[in-house]
C-alpha cells in the first residue's frame, strides 16, 4: 500500500512539472513553430525540449538542466515573482487564459531581445532559423 501512494505522489509530481513546462512549450511552438515558420518548425520540433533545456540532463527544472535560452525565461518569471504552478493554474483555467498566455508572450519578446552567449540576441537567431540557445547540447 505505501509503494501505491509513494508511486502514486510520483507521477503526480512529475506530472505537474512537465505540465509546468507543456503549456510554455505549446505557447511557444504556436508563436515560432507554427505552419508558416518554414524550415524552423522541423528543426524546433526536433529540438522539443531542448529549445529551453539541456539534451542528457536529467533534472530539466535545475539550474544545470536549462540552457541559456531556458535561464532567460526562468529569470523573467523570477523578476516578475511569477512562480511556473501559478501560471499553469493560470492557463488552465479559462476565465485567466488569456492573462497567461498574455504574460507568456511578454516574457518570449523580453527573453528573445536578450544576447545569446554568441553576442546574436535569441529573437534574430529564431527569425534566421536557428536555435536560441549555444548551449543546448544538440
Known amino acids: 500500500m505505501l509503494r501505491v501512494l509513494l508511486l502514486t505522489i510520483a507521477m503526480t509530481v512529475t506530472a505537474s512539472q512537465a505540465m509546468a ?3 510554455l ?5 504556436t508563436k515560432y513553430a507554427g505552419d508558416d515558420s518554414g524550415d524552423f518548425k522541423t528543426v524546433a520540433r526536433k529540438a522539443g525540449c531542448n529549445v529551453c ?8 527544472k535545475s539550474a544545470e538542466g536549462r540552457n541559456e535560452y531556458g535561464t532567460a525565461m526562468a529569470a523573467f518569471l523570477k523578476g516578475k515573482d511569477i512562480k511556473i504552478d501559478d501560471l499553469k493554474a493560470q492557463y488552465k483555467d479559462d476565465s485567466t487564459k488569456d492573462a497567461a498566455v498574455k504574460t507568456m508572450m511578454s516574457m518570449f519578446e ?29
Open 25 to 29: 512549450k505549446k505557447e511557444w511552438s
Open 21 to 23: 513546462i507543456g503549456e
Open 53 to 60: 533545456h539541456v539534451k542528457g540532463v536529467k533534472d530539466k
Open 110 to 138: 523580453t527573453v528573445n531581445a536578450e544576447k545569446s552567449k554568441d553576442g546574436e540576441t535569441f529573437g534574430a537567431k529564431i527569425s534566421a532559423g536557428k536555435l536560441p540557445a549555444t548551449d543546448a547540447n544538440l
